[in-house]
């Protein structure tokens, strides 16, 4: 039993080693002098320098940053009304085709979307640029949303609505009281998910984008094929250690809730008995 | 007479098929605790909806003091519900669970304020006030419900099974305190539960319900002592039911033997069925006895003893006994022609209420 216990802990080191080997790598050579990540040559901070030195990269950041907060707040109002239709439809069979049709749009590959995309604009004569990015980044993080939204909504207790009408709440207000309250953490997770696959889109946005406009993604596979320089790997440590911190964060937030509360009904109950 | 505060006129209500209740009628008096009782799927649920507004009926009317109510939304009835598992939002605290009826209507923040509280000292929950929703007990959420569905002054209190996910001890004192709130408050409640020593204890009349019919209304004591049937006098207590034969006014024969009772207006010679209650059962010897069965197991209930026994007909009775009894032993039975019920087949309540003005006025 205790070795099979070893085992078992030996090959989720493993699994972690393997996912965050790359990661580790490229932060290692973000501090080494040089151009390429073959050999680490000496420790240096000139890459971050570099970086920062780098307006139009820096500019970039806070336009991939501009376009995923936009379209994550954008797709998720209209995800929340979606799944907010989808579960208020009655029939089943007309439900589950909208749910089918969300999910479609899950599952098909992004070079597709993108694509598709692409033809609709130059069909309608659109140019490409922010808007043409920003529509398509709202497109597919809808489904998303949707799907983060509609399980929240259907835990919900049928006897809640029923208890607001009951108390005198008319249909806006039990729905601004009642049911967005509720689906809140549905909502957010949704929207935080729409805001990271906005962030790291590459396929859809490549095709959609136009001169003027450019995504992280977009720009650091340009540079890419030039050959990468470290100043990237000194973008990635950043960002990496900033998305590190918000977990953390996230994590100490719900630590202290789930204490609170426990403590909490354990008073209750001793009360009671 | 005054204008009952709820009527029910010729309501059907059909689910597809399935019809869930059957032409019903009732009339619910101002400050009075009513009992919906039955098993599940008797439609006691769907009759509390409906007076809720949540439903609205296939065919009748409902009224409200003598005003139609068909389409009047459930957010536009002076009718609140406390809900089986209390239906209390999660996202607010007690007061702000409690004050959600008063804050929708935009009362004055000072107002609610001291309603809020007030309410929360009648159900005693004054000091959790900012504590969250899952912090409570299951008896404290009990509370919340409570004062949350009264503090929009209701004429009519819907209560669904609210006790029923308490424990034992717990739903016991509840039942006290929801009998001195309603007196208290003098609002009518109405209280649907499949439990009937609940629905005896509590009601001032009992509506007995079983596949979306009323089969009887009464005070609890009628529908103890005079179960219009088979159904209810299983329903509500324990019970020996035999069948019988009325002989004439006053005189029955079961397990081949005569006794004299206390039923009249019945056909001579009507095949009709006979309720002897446990506890109006009296051991005695066997000479003594009306009836002689044998005993054949005993349980200790703390405050009785609860035997079993069969006749010589194999029929089986249930006594209750403050002594307790030999095994195997054959005993006599007692009871005055008072504790003898007859049942008519089939009858309907109004023929059954009409039969029993016939004799018992005298």
């Given at each position: 039993?205790?070795?099979?216990?070893?085992?078992?802990?030996?090959?989720?080191?493993?699994?972690?080693?393997?996912?965050?080997?790359?990661?580790?790598?490229?932060?290692?050579?973000?501090?080494?002098?040089?151009?390429?990540?073959?050999?680490?040559?000496?420790?240096?901070?000139?890459?971050?320098?570099?970086?920062?030195?780098?307006?139009?990269?820096?500019?970039?950041?806070?336009?991939?940053?501009?376009?995923?907060?936009?379209s994550s707040?954008i797709a998720t109002i209209v995800g929340t009304m979606g799944a907010l239709g989808i579960a208020g439809t009655k029939r089943m069979s007309n439900r589950n085709i909208m749910l089918s049709l969300n999910n479609i749009l899950m599952v098909s590959p992004d070079v597709i979307i993108g694509a598709s995309f692409l033809i609709l604009?130059?069909?309608?004569?659109?140019?490409?640029?922010?808007?043409?990015?920003?529509a398509s980044h709202i497109a597919f993080s809808i489904p998303i949303v949707v799907l983060m939204v509609l399980p929240r909504i259907q835990e919900m207790?049928q006897?809640?609505?029923?208890?607001?009408?009951?108390?005198?709440?008319?249909?806006?207000?039990?729905?601004?009281?009642?049911i967005?309250?509720?689906i809140?953490p549905g909502i957010?997770a949704g929207y935080f998910m729409a805001?990271t696959y906005s962030?790291?889109d590459?396929a859809v946005?490549?095709f959609?984008?136009?001169?003027?406009?450019?995504?992280?993604?977009?720009?650091?596979?340009?540079?890419?094929?030039?050959?990468?320089?470290?100043?990237?790997?000194?973008?990635?440590?950043?960002?990496?250690?900033?998305?590190?911190?918000?977990?953390?964060?996230?994590?100490?937030?719900?630590?202290?809730?789930?204490?609170?509360?426990?403590?909490?009904?354990?008073?209750?109950?001793?009360?009671?008995? | 007479?005054?204008?009952?505060?709820?009527?029910?006129?010729?309501?059907?209500?059909?689910?597809?098929?399935?019809?869930?209740?059957?032409?019903?009628?009732?009339?619910?008096?101002?400050?009075?605790?009513?009992?919906?009782?039955?098993?599940?799927?008797?439609?006691?649920?769907?009759?509390?909806?409906?007076?809720?507004?949540?439903?609205?009926?296939?065919?009748?009317?409902?009224?409200?003091?003598?005003?139609?109510?068909?389409?009047?939304?459930?957010?536009?009835?002076?009718?609140?519900?406390?809900?089986?598992?209390?239906?209390?939002?999660?996202?607010?605290?007690?007061?702000?669970?409690?004050?959600?009826?008063?804050?929708?209507?935009?009362?004055?923040?000072?107002?609610?304020?001291?309603?809020?509280?007030?309410?929360?000292?009648?159900?005693?929950?004054?000091?959790?006030?900012?504590?969250?929703?899952?912090?409570?007990?299951?008896?404290?959420?009990?509370?919340?419900?409570?004062?949350?569905?009264?503090?929009?002054?209701?004429?009519?209190?819907?209560?669904?099974?609210?006790?029923?996910?308490?424990?034992?001890?717990?739903?016991?004192?509840?039942?006290?305190?929801?009998?001195?709130?309603?007196?208290?408050?003098?609002?009518?409640?109405?209280?649907?539960?499949?439990?009937?020593?609940?629905?005896?204890?509590?009601?001032?009349?009992?509506?007995?319900?079983?596949?979306?019919?009323?089969?009887?209304?009464?005070?609890?004591?009628?529908?103890?002592?005079?179960?219009?049937?088979?159904?209810?006098?299983?329903?509500?207590?324990?019970?020996?039911?035999?069948?019988?034969?009325?002989?004439?006014?006053?005189?029955?024969?079961?397990?081949?033997?005569?006794?004299?009772?206390?039923?009249?207006?019945?056909?001579?010679?009507?095949?009709?069925?006979?309720?002897?209650?446990?506890?109006?059962?009296?051991?005695?010897?066997?000479?003594?006895?009306?009836?002689?069965?044998?005993?054949?197991?005993?349980?200790?209930?703390?405050?009785?003893?609860?035997?079993?026994?069969?006749?010589?007909?194999?029929?089986?009775?249930?006594?209750?006994?403050?002594?307790?009894?030999?095994?195997?032993?054959?005993?006599?039975?007692?009871?005055?022609?008072?504790?003898?019920?007859?049942?008519?087949?089939?009858?309907?309540?109004?023929?059954?209420?009409?039969?029993?003005?016939?004799?018992?006025?005298?």
């Amino acid at each position: 039993m205790q070795k099979k216990n070893n085992l078992g802990r030996l090959y989720l080191v493993f699994v972690f080693l393997v996912l965050y080997l790359p990661i580790a790598y490229l932060i290692y050579f973000s501090f080494s002098t040089g151009t390429t990540m073959n050999t680490f040559k000496h420790f240096t901070w000139a890459n971050y320098q570099t970086l920062f030195a780098d307006t139009r990269l820096i500019q970039i950041v806070l336009q991939t940053l501009l376009l995923a907060l936009l379209s994550s707040l954008i797709a998720t109002i209209v995800g929340t009304m979606g799944a907010l239709g989808i579960a208020g439809t009655k029939r089943m069979s007309n439900r589950n085709i909208m749910l089918s049709l969300n999910n479609i749009l899950m599952v098909s590959p992004d070079v597709i979307i993108g694509a598709s995309f692409l033809i609709l604009f130059t069909m309608l004569g659109l140019s490409l640029g922010f808007g043409s990015v920003l529509a398509s980044h709202i497109a597919f993080s809808i489904p998303i949303v949707v799907l983060m939204v509609l399980p929240r909504i259907q835990e919900m207790d049928q006897a809640l609505i029923d208890a607001a009408y009951d108390l005198g709440a008319s249909g806006p207000q039990v729905l601004n009281r009642v049911i967005l309250p509720f689906i809140t953490p549905g909502i957010v997770a949704g929207y935080f998910m729409a805001f990271t696959y906005s962030l790291d889109d590459f396929a859809v946005t490549f095709f959609v984008t136009g001169n003027g406009f450019a995504t992280l993604s977009v720009e650091i596979y340009s540079r890419a094929r030039q050959g990468i320089s470290l100043e990237i790997n000194a973008l990635s440590a950043l960002m990496f250690i900033f998305a590190l911190a918000l977990v953390l964060i996230y994590f100490f937030i719900q630590m202290h809730q789930a204490n609170v509360s426990e403590r909490n009904r354990k008073k209750a109950e001793a009360s009671e008995s | 007479m005054a204008t009952p505060i709820v009527e029910f006129k010729n309501v059907n209500k059909f689910f597809g098929d399935f019809q869930a209740l059957k032409n019903i009628n009732f009339a619910l008096d101002q400050g009075k605790f009513y009992s919906l009782l039955g098993p599940s799927g008797s439609g006691k649920t769907t009759i509390l909806r409906t007076i809720a507004g949540f439903t609205s009926p296939t065919s009748g009317t409902v009224l409200f003091q003598g005003q139609p109510q068909n389409n009047i939304p459930a957010n536009k009835r002076k009718v609140n519900t406390i809900f089986q598992n209390y239906a209390l939002f999660p996202h607010l605290n007690v007061f702000d669970n409690v004050a959600f009826g008063l804050s929708i209507r935009h009362v004055p923040k000072d107002e609610i304020e001291t309603r809020v509280m007030d309410n929360l000292k009648l159900v005693h929950l004054q000091d959790l006030a900012n504590r969250e929703i899952n912090e409570l007990s299951g008896g404290q959420q009990q509370r919340v419900a409570i004062a949350r569905a009264i503090i929009n002054e209701p004429v009519l209190l819907l209560l669904d099974e609210p006790l029923s996910a308490l424990d034992k001890k717990l739903r016991q004192d509840m039942q006290y305190e929801l009998r001195e709130l309603q007196q208290r408050l003098g609002i009518t409640f109405v209280f649907v539960t499949h439990d009937q020593e609940e629905a005896l204890a509590l009601s001032d009349e009992i509506f007995v319900m079983d596949a979306g019919e009323i089969l009887q209304n009464g005070t609890p004591v009628d529908i103890y002592d005079e179960p219009i049937n088979h159904f209810v006098a299983d329903f509500i207590g324990e019970s020996n039911i035999v069948k019988g034969t009325m002989i004439k006014d006053y005189e029955v024969e079961f397990v081949g033997k005569r006794f004299e009772c206390a039923d009249a207006g019945m056909k001579p010679n009507e095949p009709v069925e006979v309720v002897l209650r446990p506890e109006d059962l009296d051991v005695t010897t066997p000479e003594k006895g009306k009836l002689v069965v044998q005993v054949d197991s005993q349980l200790f209930r703390g405050d009785h003893f609860e035997v079993v026994a069969y006749d010589a007909d194999h029929n089986e009775w249930l006594i209750h006994s403050t002594n307790p009894v030999e095994e195997d032993k054959d005993i006599g039975l007692f009871f005055e022609p008072e504790d003898i019920h007859v049942m008519r087949f089939n009858e309907k309540e109004a023929d059954f209420d009409a039969r029993l003005e016939t004799y018992e006025g005298e």
